[in-house]
């Protein structure tokens, strides 16, 4: 096999995940000529990070991915994972040689909007540590955004959830929820590392997005891939593919 090896590649998963979620396309990077170096984190309230001081924040997010993470790497993130690394690369650009977004989207530009996603995510939160917690796991993966996942991928996801507690789940709904983030639109251009944008071919408002996130960077690709929301479960030989291919930054030859 063909050493491919390069800069180190650090993975971020969604919410309610844990860094196993990758476990397939860490398989499908070290298959054939793929190979790339992965570093699978657990964010804070997740796995083994459940731990953690709390207030969970996106700056101590921030904190705990630099502390994690070698002193310059390319970096993926799914959903949350994705918001986080958006953070991520907006407080240390120097290390971030390239920037993969999965399923992601920048926050939620209307502020009565933002509000009301910041209720539901409040309340989300007190029914993770007032019921048991297999009636989140159901309610979470029957929500439309997972609308036609294929089983298997649907049990993967589930049985990753269950790596996680109610509370610290709760814990992280309260401080980095969809609603608790301020929009990073107006900040897009100040990003200028390569960056893949990566959206399932059935997931139509994310797809939405990637093409707007697309417009608004500097040093931008698409990719659809056959899937929807969950591309690292459903399609995690799509995203290795994805990771494997480096793009040159601005200014250099292809």
């Known amino acids: 096999m063909a050493d491919l090896a390069g800069e180190q590649i650090v993975l971020l998963h969604g919410f309610s995940g844990t860094r196993r979620a990758w476990d397939g396309v860490i398989a499908a990077l070290h298959r054939g000529e793929r190979y790339r170096p992965a570093l699978a984190l657990d964010l804070p ?148 590392m390569p960056v893949t944008v990566v959206a399932g071919e059935r997931d139509t408002k994310y797809t939405t997005l990637a093409r707007r996130i697309v417009n608004s960077l500097a040093n931008a690709e698409l990719v659809v891939l056959p899937g929807g929301h969950g591309l690292p479960l459903e399609n995690p030989s799509g995203v290795a593919a994805v990771l494997a291919t480096e793009r040159p930054a601005a200014g250099e030859c292809g």
């Open 45 to 192: 309230g997740h796995g083994d990070a459940a731990d953690v001081a709390c207030p969970i924040t996106f700056a101590s997010c921030v904190e705990h991915v630099l502390a994690h993470s070698p002193a310059r790497f390319a970096l993926c993130g799914y959903s949350l994972g994705g918001r986080v690394a958006l953070h991520v690369a907006l407080a240390a650009p120097a290390r971030v040689s390239r920037l993969v977004l999965v399923s992601c989207s920048p926050g939620i530009e209307d502020a009565a909007e933002r509000a009301a996603r910041r209720e539901a995510d409040a309340r989300l939160a007190d029914e993770l540590e007032a019921r048991p917690f297999e009636e989140f796991i159901e309610r979470w993966r029957t929500q439309p955004l997972f609308a036609g996942e294929p089983p298997q991928a649907g049990e993967l996801a589930r049985a990753d959830q269950r790596r996680n507690r109610p509370g610290a789940l709760a814990a992280v709904l309260r401080g980095v929820g969809a609603g608790d983030m301020q929009p990073l639109w107006d900040r897009l251009g100040e990003l200028q």
